[in-house]
């Protein structure tokens, strides 16, 4: 039993645990777009993978893997911008703004991963483990680079809880998803905090696809598989709630990593999503939610 422990079921938990933190970072950007601005982004995933993919480019060229985690965020976030700009304000203001947004972003998600598949190619990718070797705690060996991961996540998400609930950013990006008329008489410039806020969180899933690159492989339709979890998460954890989006990230991706210990890991998904339809029948707000509010 106790080798057991040792040897299989720890290093999964660790595995959860990595996984866990990186999809929490493309779910708090999903929780900030979709739960605060109120605008359904089916592009997270294909931002996921465009960091990822100019993260390896980066690489190849001889950045360190350590300025590429500054660095990756700070080009992610014109072109957030810039798409919410020229994009998604076209059509924010229309009386069928979910589904006019929800087709807007899905479209430029098929464009974003058609250009990859053409610049980069089919083929997965995989760059090296910037940080080797495996740690032995108490004859558990964990690879030391998804311990790096746990914690430097954990890191990022205590700052973008510290930036939305302790800062006048923060504040006024709250106010204005509460009530955009009110914060704009107030002198809030709403239309750049809504695209200030959709450009943080594509920064944040560009993060998240640098950190994981060396972990699993990367190619141009993995946005597929991180944008359904991630919404999972955002919806299990309450739409808007950062605390409901931790805790669920680390609940699914725990129960996706014990579970693939019993069953075909092919059964995985499809467990999360009737953890989330359950959910939806029993507390359609989330587990951190208020139905009605964001």
Request: hydrophobic share 60%; glycine share 10%.
């Amino acid at each position: 039993m106790l080798d057991y422990l040792q040897f299989v079921l720890a290093p999964q938990v660790v595995t959860g645990l990595a996984l866990g933190v990186a999809v929490i970072l493309v779910a708090l950007g999903l929780t900030i777009i979709f739960g605060l601005l109120d605008v359904i982004n089916m592009a997270q995933g294909e931002f996921y993978a465009l960091g990822a993919f100019i993260g390896i480019s980066l690489a190849s060229l001889g950045v360190p893997f350590w300025v590429l985690l500054a660095l990756i965020p700070l080009l992610m976030l014109p072109i957030g911008y810039m798409i919410e700009r020229l994009l998604i304000q076209r059509v924010f203001h229309s009386g069928e703004r979910h589904v006019t947004t929800l087709l807007l972003t899905f479209g430029l998600g098929l464009v974003l991963e058609d250009a990859l598949r053409l610049i980069f190619g089919p083929n997965p990718v995989r760059p090296e483990t910037p940080i080797r070797g495996a740690l032995d705690i108490a004859g558990i060996v964990m690879p030391n680079y998804r311990l790096f991961l746990v914690l430097f996540g954990a890191l990022v998400i205590a700052v973008v809880a510290l930036v939305i609930y302790r800062t006048r950013l923060g504040a006024m990006v709250r106010a204005a998803a509460f009530d955009r008329d009110m914060a704009g008489s107030l002198g809030v410039p709403v239309t750049r905090v809504y695209a200030g806020a959709f450009a943080f969180g594509v920064a944040l899933a560009g993060l998240a696809g640098v950190l994981l690159a060396p972990i699993y492989s990367v190619f141009p339709t993995i946005g597929r598989d991180s944008i359904f979890i991630a919404f999972t998460v955002v919806i299990v954890g309450g739409m808007g709630s950062i605390a409901g989006t931790v805790v669920a990230g680390l609940l699914l991706t725990q129960v996706q990593a014990i579970a693939s210990l019993y069953i075909s890991p092919v059964w995985t998904d499809p467990i999360v999503f009737a953890i989330m339809v359950v959910m939806l029948m029993l507390r359609p707000q989330g587990l951190f939610g208020r139905l009605g509010y964001a």
